[in-house]
């Protein structure tokens, strides 16, 4: 599958070579954009894989906006600048950027320049999926934790009963031991 990707453009002149370094890699450049364009409808419109941004010196404004099309069009981005510092690397990261680069790309490295970025966005995006399945699954625990400690306190069951008795209501209505323990906890008279 042919890798499409969308140049995202402050300086037409430099972003043509890199259009034909991604081109002889074998890399589908969708279209080129000015940072000043209206990037949303581009990205609804061309469904790149990943969003290069060819910046002399990124601004802060340039940066929030990367941030926000990120949020909403979450992409492996490339930012190729001409000057890094510190405080505009962590920026650049902050607004999601993938991959920073200083200076002229060769055309040798365009190719596992996207790639690398494409695998860092994989593997970054796969561990929040991780972190916030975990957290859903710490929030259910306690939900269930304490959906069990109010039936031992009402009912007198031990930790055990307790839990046999979400399980039962559940597998009998059909629901989640998490969505009874929610009824429970919201409910002072949840019965059978």
Not at 108 to 135: P, Y
């Amino acid at each position: 599958m042919t890798v499409k990707v969308l140049i995202v453009d402050a300086r037409p002149e430099r972003s043509r070579a890199l259009e034909q370094a991604l081109r002889d890699a074998g890399f589908e450049v969708v279209t080129r954009a000015d940072e000043h364009d209206d990037l949303y409808a581009i990205m609804t419109r061309v469904k790149p894989d990943a969003v290069i941004i060819d910046a002399a010196l990124p601004s802060r404004d340039t940066l929030e906006h990367m941030g926000q099309l990120g949020r909403r069009f979450p992409k492996p981005m490339i930012m190729l600048a001409e000057e890094e510092t510190p405080d505009l690397t962590r920026e650049a990261t902050s607004a999601g950027v993938s991959a920073y680069v200083v200076e002229d790309v060769q055309p040798a490295l365009v190719r596992s320049m996207v790639n690398v970025a494409i695998a860092s966005f994989e593997t970054h995006r796969a561990l929040k999926g991780e972190l916030t399945k975990t957290q859903t699954t710490l929030s259910q625990r306690r939900t269930i934790e304490r959906a069990k400690s109010q039936l031992m306190e009402t009912h007198a069951f031990s930790e055990d009963a307790a839990y046999q008795w979400l399980r039962k209501h559940a597998m009998n209505r059909r629901l989640t031991i998490h969505e009874v323990a929610q009824a429970v906890l919201a409910s002072d008279d949840f019965e059978s």
